[in-house]
């Protein structure tokens, strides 16, 4: 058992700050000698669960770590998936995060995630905003049938608070973009935020959305990317697990 408590001490050493190990480096660290930490890392190579990079380089994280990962990461229900994602995307951005869904062509909000520097226009679980006022309830809309988004939107379309004012056409020109590129932006210039929003069907009949809001002058171009990055990877993962056919083999979405 010692050797294997050994190989698991040795695993434990890889994370994001040290991705790869070396054997003088582990076996200082360990209290053990190199020559044990040579043997261990051997074994866990012909097992998988590490891979050497070159002679010098050390050894990384193998695919049977990674094999395993995706097991337990499955376990995890899809909203708990999307939860945790955007758990890491408020600590990584200065935004806050929402989760929600559609009733008819309004959105409920289901869940706010607060980051370290939230928005001031703040939403809280259990509101009810009209869709097209939102970048998560575009995503949201872009997914109904044409049909239904002629029959449910208004001719014109009108939101004060909301600095929206459109036709029905321009509307439904504005969903049949959000469909071809995978991601839902919107912009209020008065209160100074934008949001960029995606959606995925977890089952049928069951759609659920999710979008990062931020503050306009915080949204350089590289931030907008890498934002549009996070979302739509999440929406892909959660897709591809639920059998989304919108997500299951999408390519990364168009920027423009």
Same mark, same amino acid.
């Given at each position: 058992m010692s050797s294997l408590d050994n190989a698991l001490r040795l695993l %434990?050493? /890889? &994370?994001?700050?040290?991705p790869r190990l070396r054997v003088t480096d582990a076996a200082a660290e360990l209290g053990l000698p190199k020559s044990s930490v %040579?043997?261990? =890392? %051997?074994? $866990?190579? !012909?097992?998988? /669960?590490?891979? !050497?990079?070159?002679? !010098? *380089?050390?050894?990384?994280?193998?695919?049977? =770590?990674?094999? $395993?990962?995706s097991l337990f990461r499955t376990r995890l229900p899809p909203e708990e998936r999307v939860d945790e994602a955007l758990r890491g995307m408020v600590a990584r951005f200065p935004a806050t995060g929402y989760v929600g869904v559609l009733h008819g062509t309004d959105?409920?909000? $289901? @869940? =706010?995630?607060?980051?370290?520097?939230?928005?001031r226009f703040i939403q809280q679980p259990g509101s009810v905003i009209p869709a097209y006022g939102t970048a998560v309830?575009?995503?949201l809309l872009a997914r109904l049938p044409a049909a239904t988004l002629r029959t449910a939107l208004p001719p014109h379309i009108s939101l004060p608070p909301r600095a929206v004012d459109m036709?029905?056409?321009?509307? $439904?020109?504005?969903? %049949? *973009?959000?469909?071809?590129?995978g991601f839902a932006e919107y912009e209020h210039p008065g209160l100074g935020i934008a949001a960029i929003g995606v959606a995925v069907r977890l089952a049928p009949a069951r759609e659920l959305?999710?979008?990062?809001?931020?503050?306009?002058e915080?949204?350089?171009?590289?931030? @907008?990317a890498e934002i549009i990055a996070a979302l739509t990877g999440t929406a892909r993962d959660v897709g591809? /697990?639920?059998? &989304?056919?919108?997500?299951?083999g999408a390519s990364p979405p168009r920027r423009d």
């Amino acid at each position: 058992m010692s050797s294997l408590d050994n190989a698991l001490r040795l695993l %434990s050493l /890889l &994370d994001r700050e040290q991705p790869r190990l070396r054997v003088t480096d582990a076996a200082a660290e360990l209290g053990l000698p190199k020559s044990s930490v %040579s043997r261990l =890392l %051997s074994t $866990l190579e !012909r097992a998988g /669960l590490v891979e !050497r990079e070159g002679e !010098r *380089r050390g050894f990384c994280a193998g695919p049977e =770590l990674f094999r $395993l990962g995706s097991l337990f990461r499955t376990r995890l229900p899809p909203e708990e998936r999307v939860d945790e994602a955007l758990r890491g995307m408020v600590a990584r951005f200065p935004a806050t995060g929402y989760v929600g869904v559609l009733h008819g062509t309004d959105l409920v909000i $289901l @869940r =706010l995630h607060e980051g370290f520097h939230p928005v001031r226009f703040i939403q809280q679980p259990g509101s009810v905003i009209p869709a097209y006022g939102t970048a998560v309830g575009r995503a949201l809309l872009a997914r109904l049938p044409a049909a239904t988004l002629r029959t449910a939107l208004p001719p014109h379309i009108s939101l004060p608070p909301r600095a929206v004012d459109m036709s029905r056409a321009t509307m $439904l020109a504005e969903l %049949s *973009r959000v469909t071809a590129r995978g991601f839902a932006e919107y912009e209020h210039p008065g209160l100074g935020i934008a949001a960029i929003g995606v959606a995925v069907r977890l089952a049928p009949a069951r759609e659920l959305g999710f979008a990062l809001c931020i503050g306009r002058e915080a949204m350089t171009r590289a931030m @907008r990317a890498e934002i549009i990055a996070a979302l739509t990877g999440t929406a892909r993962d959660v897709g591809g /697990l639920c059998g &989304d056919p919108a997500w299951m083999g999408a390519s990364p979405p168009r920027r423009d």
